[in-house]
């Protein structure tokens, strides 16, 4: 209710008379969106620690993040928990470009370790891709309504409102496409190169962020191609296109040679903890296919957004096809090509799709455009773009608020978030027990049971191995990572105890805590 009623007040405030109509729009926009942050329970949630849905990949942004502040290495050397490169020696491995972990990192060192502060940086990049949202279609559509419809509507999102306040990247690039599609805006208005040079600074950044969230980059590019075999006097948007593509291509050089490297840094260290690639629908059979389809239907679109918007969403975009005479050419391009590169992106990386519901988070821009077309194509029917159908939007935002919230509370409790509740939870809790037992800080460990790369050795703060590239179901395997370097042996589940390969590597307790049972392994150590 706190949404609706800060809305309500804002719109029937005396002071309201006095503001200009842009002001006016800002204003509810910020009060909304903080006022959905509350009901979200933002607030709570952005000091639990890493947990519930994907911390398998939080703790693995968190892991490069706390090596960067802890180990003190240069931008071009991340670095993670997990011991799988060199020879199993250290954890060096590089993925998506790394200035997020590396600016948090450099935060902490100014204000000290604060997963917080990380969770609060990455609410402000959403919130300000939001605010350039608003903008945008403040700008093109002239209502204020249909602006905060459009750029709220996606913060009813429970993927995107868990994942706006989280540590992956996959926010920030999103925002960082949003602010590259107002400078485009800026450059269509003015007409100056130099908005769009600022336009690709931020689609670049937004790639290197995630390579996937590449689709709207893609699509300016092939209108500029467009724009190069049409009439001086049609062109729309690039009016010198050779010209213009300069920065397109400066734009792709720098993401090529990131990833280059990147690609590099992992050969010569031998390791790689996230997959620079695609999971296309092609390369599995057909029952897997359908297999995927299903878990996806259950788990992560009904995350991505409610079934009622999607059906509302998908009735504007059928009316868009039906309506190509009312706009532009350039317009109904991207009518066709968002939504096209959105299903190349699905089929490429749609192995994703079962479990991984921030794989979505590159489809919103399409939510956008579509939004925004339908607004502005239906500026002329007095029918649809009035006063109470305008209001009935905005309560149906309110509406998917609401299911969002559902979505959102249930992800802290049950099965959801038992392995944290139940496992993780004390091993975050151990830095002052490894402290007490003259564990230090840079003694490798073997910590089981974790499928992860980094989750229980982000949470104890401590390099070593995990099942994740250990086969512990192997004699031999314990007394290799003993000899890799593991000098203690954390386990979060005592029912692995009786397993007869971890039998005799467990003669030295050092202590209990909690779910937590810590043995020496110094002594097996064979020089």
């Not at 769009?196 to 600074?201: A, F, G, R, V």
């Not at 291509?249 to 992992?266: E, G, K, L, Q, R």
């Not at 957004?305 to 009312?326: A, C």
């Not at 390099?463 to 395997?477: H, L, Q, V």
């Amino acid at each position: 209710a706190l949404p609706i009623f800060s809305f309500l007040f804002i719109m029937k405030s005396k002071f309201v008379s006095k503001l200009s109509s842009k002001t006016i729009g800002l204003s509810v926009f910020i009060l909304v969106f903080v006022s959905l942050t509350f009901f979200y329970s933002l607030h709570e949630t952005m000091f639990f620690r890493p947990q519930s849905t994907h911390a398998w990949r939080q703790t693995d942004c968190l892991s490069i993040t706390q090596n960067y502040y802890q180990l003190n290495n240069s931008f071009c050397e991340p670095e993670i928990h997990n011991q799988l490169s060199d020879d199993d020696f250290t954890g060096k491995t590089a993925g998506e470009f790394p200035l997020l972990y590396y600016s948090v990192a450099q935060l902490w060192k100014l204000i000290g370790k604060s997963e917080f502060a990380y969770r609060l940086v990455v609410l402000l990049i959403s919130f300000t891709g939001l605010i350039f949202i608003f903008k945008f279609s403040q700008e093109i559509l002239k209502n204020n309504l249909q602006a905060l419809f459009v750029s709220l509507g996606i913060f009813t999102s429970a993927a995107y409102v868990y994942y706006s306040a989280n540590f992956l990247p996959n926010i920030p690039a999103l925002s960082l496409i949003f602010i590259g599609w107002y400078f485009i805006w800026k450059f269509y208005k003015n007409d100056s190169d130099k908005y769009l040079w600022i336009s690709m600074l931020f689609l670049s950044l937004g790639i290197l962020f995630k390579v996937s969230a590449g689709i709207s980059f893609v699509a300016l590019m092939g209108w500029v191609f467009i724009e190069l075999f049409r009439k001086k006097e049609n062109r729309t948007l690039f009016k010198r296109p050779l010209k213009q593509l300069l920065p397109f291509i400066v734009s792709i050089t720098i993401v090529i040679v990131w990833y280059a490297y990147a690609n590099y840094y992992n050969n010569i260290h031998d390791g790689k903890y996230t997959f620079n690639n695609v999971w296309p629908i092609w390369a599995i059979p057909e029952a897997k296919v359908w297999e995927i389809l299903e878990k996806a239907n259950v788990l992560t679109l009904p995350v991505f957004f409610h079934s009622s918007m999607l059906y509302v969403t998908g009735i504007m975009w059928i009316f868009l096809l039906t309506t190509f005479k009312k706009r532009s050419l350039f317009l109904n391009y991207l009518v066709i090509i968002i939504p096209f590169g959105s299903l190349m992106y699905g089929l490429l990386w749609f192995q994703a799709f079962d479990h991984h519901d921030y794989y979505y988070i590159d489809f919103y821009v399409n939510f956008i455009i579509i939004w925004i077309l339908f607004f502005k194509t239906t500026n002329g029917y007095p029918r649809i773009n009035n006063l109470i159908v305008n209001l009935a939007f905005i309560g149906f935002l309110f509406y998917n608020a609401y299911q969002s919230k559902l979505i959102l509370d249930s992800r802290y409790i049950g099965w959801k978030n038992a392995s944290y509740i139940d496992h993780m939870k004390a091993l975050g809790e151990l830095e002052p027990v490894f402290e007490d037992f003259g564990i230090g800080p840079y003694d490798k460990v073997i910590s089981i049971p974790d499928k992860s790369i980094n989750i229980s050795l982000y949470m104890m703060n401590h390099r070593g191995f995990t099942n994740y590239n250990s086969k512990f179901d192997k004699p031999g395997t314990y007394q290799r990572r003993i000899q890799d370097g593991a000098k203690y042996l954390v386990i979060n589940d005592t029912l692995i105890l009786n397993d007869s390969l971890i039998q005799p590597f467990i003669s030295y307790p050092v202590t209990t805590y909690k779910n937590v049972k810590i043995f020496n392994l110094k002594p097996y150590f064979k020089q």
